[in-house]
C-alpha cells in the first residue's frame, strides 16, 4: 500500500508522546514492505543529534501574518497547515496521524483524519468551561469528522463522540524496547508527564493528596515526579517527593521506579505514559481512563496484563498494594509487556492500520503494489 503520512510532531522513537507513536507507525509500515512517505510540520527543526527517519521530511509552515491567521481561522480553524504546497502523491492514501493535521490531506481523493483525543471529551474531564481555544478546537474537530474520507480513532469512545457511524478503532502505535527494564525492589512510583496538559495537572493534585497516607503506610516510598514543564505543577516541597524533572529519555525515569502512578480523570484516548511504562516492563497503577484504548485483555480482580485498575476511591489502596508486593509487580510487568508487543509495536499496530485502510478503501488504491 502507498501511504502519506502527516504529523505536527517529529516522528522520533525518544520524541514527544505523539511523535514516538508517529515514528512507530512509520517505523511498522516499512518494515511490512509498503510505501511510505512522510511530512512533519512543526515550527522548530529537528534538534542537533535527531535524525529524522528516511521516510520522512521536516518542513515548516510558511509563515503568516497574525491578523491573517485570525482572520482565516474564524471561517476554517486550525486549518493553516493545509496553506502549504505539499501535496499527497496521485496514488497514495493521505493519513493525518493527528486530528490538527488533517487539512495536509484534505485535498487527496483518500484522507484519512486520525482522533488520538476529543477536545468535546477532555474539556469536560477536568470539570473545565470552554475557553475560546476548545470553540475553535471543537469546530475544528466536528468539521474533520465530518468531511474526511475515513476516521480513524484511537478508542471505542472516541470513535463513538467524533464519528459514531463510521469510525474505525486502531491500536495507537508504540516504540518497543529491546529488553525490559530490570525490575526495582524498593517502593518507589514515578508519573511521568508533560505538566501544561490540565488532566496530568489533575491527575497530580489527587496523586499529590493521597501521597502522604500511601507513605504512611508503605515505609520507605518514594515518588519521582519527571517531564517536561515540571515548574507549571508547583508542586513545592513534600515529603518523599523527588522533582526530577525533564529526563533526555522516558526509560531512565521509569529505569528508578516500581510502578508508574497514574490517577487518571475521565479524559480521552490512549494515555502514552502508560504504555511508555508497560513496554519497559514497569507496572502501573492507573484508572479505567489510565487503560482506554489499550489492548491489555479481560479485566480480573481489578487488574489488566500490566495495570490495577481502580476508581479514584480506590486509588490509594491499589497504589499501597502495589508497592508492598514487588512480585505482584513482576508479574504484570511481564504481563503489560507482552501485550504491548501483541498490539502496539510498531508492525502488529502497522498491520491494523493497514487492516482498516483496505476496508475504508476497498479499491486499487488500498492494494499492495
Not at 204 to 230: F, I, M, Q
Request: hydrophobic share 45%; charged share 20%.
Amino acid at each position: 500500500m502507498k501511504i502519506a503520512l502527516v504529523g505536527h510532531h517529529l516522528p522520533l522513537a525518544e520524541g514527544t508522546a505523539t511523535g514516538r507513536a508517529f515514528w512507530a507507525l512509520g517505523e511498522g509500515l516499512v518494515a511490512e514492505g509498503h510505501d511510505v512517505i512522510g511530512w512533519a510540520w512543526r515550527p522548530e527543526p529537528p534538534a542537533p543529534g535527531e535524525s529524522l527517519p528516511t521516510w520522512c521530511e521536516w518542513r515548516p509552515v510558511p509563515p503568516s501574518s497574525w491578523v491573517l491567521t485570525k482572520a482565516r481561522a474564524l471561517v476554517r480553524p486550525r486549518h493553516e497547515v493545509g496553506r502549504t504546497a505539499w501535496r499527497v502523491p496521485e496514488d497514495f492514501v493521505g493519513v493525518a496521524d493527528e486530528s490538527v493535521s488533517w487539512p495536509a490531506v484534505a485535498h487527496a481523493p483518500h484522507n484519512v483524519v486520525t482522533f488520538h483525543y476529543l477536545t468535546a471529551l477532555d474539556g469536560p474531564a477536568v470539570g473545565r468551561r470552554p475557553t475560546p481555544k476548545d470553540r475553535q478546537d471543537l469546530r475544528f474537530e466536528r468539521r474533520a469528522a465530518a468531511r474526511a474520507t475515513a476516521v480513524l480513532a484511537y478508542s471505542e469512545r472516541v470513535a463513538a463522540a467524533a464519528a459514531p457511524e463510521r469510525a474505525v478503532v486502531v491500536p495507537i502505535a508504540q516504540p518497543l524496547p529491546t529488553e525490559a527494564l530490570a525490575p526495582v525492589d524498593e517502593p518507589v512510583a514515578a508519573m511521568l508527564a508533560d505538566w501544561r496538559w490540565a488532566p496530568n495537572q489533575v491527575a497530580l493534585g489527587r496523586l499529590l493528596a493521597e501521597w502522604p497516607d500511601v507513605r504512611a503506610r508503605v515505609p520507605g516510598a518514594r515518588l519521582l515526579l519527571g517531564g517536561r514543564y515540571l515548574e507549571a505543577a508547583r508542586v513545592g516541597t513534600i515529603a518523599g517527593v523527588e522533582l526530577v524533572g525533564e529526563v533526555p529519555a522516558v526509560a531512565d525515569l521509569l529505569a528508578r521506579s516500581a510502578v508508574l502512578a497514574f490517577p487518571c480523570p475521565p479524559s480521552s484516548g490512549p494515555k502514552v505514559k502508560v504504555l511508555d511504562a508497560l513496554c519497559n516492563g514497569v507496572p502501573a497503577v492507573t484508572t479505567p481512563a489510565g487503560v482506554e484504548g489499550l489492548d491489555l485483555g479481560p479485566m480480573l480482580e481489578g487488574r489488566v496484563a500490566g495495570a490495577w485498575v481502580t476508581d479514584t476511591a480506590g486509588f490509594r489502596d491499589a497504589l499501597v498494594a502495589a508497592l508492598s508486593d514487588p512480585g505482584r509487580r513482576a508479574e504484570l510487568g511481564g504481563s503489560g509487556r507482552a501485550a504491548v508487543a501483541r498490539a502496539h509495536a510498531p508492525v502488529p499496530a502497522a498491520r491494523a492500520r493497514v487492516a482498516a485502510l483496505r476496508r475504508l478503501f476497498p479499491s486499487e488504491i488500498a492494494a499492495d503494489g
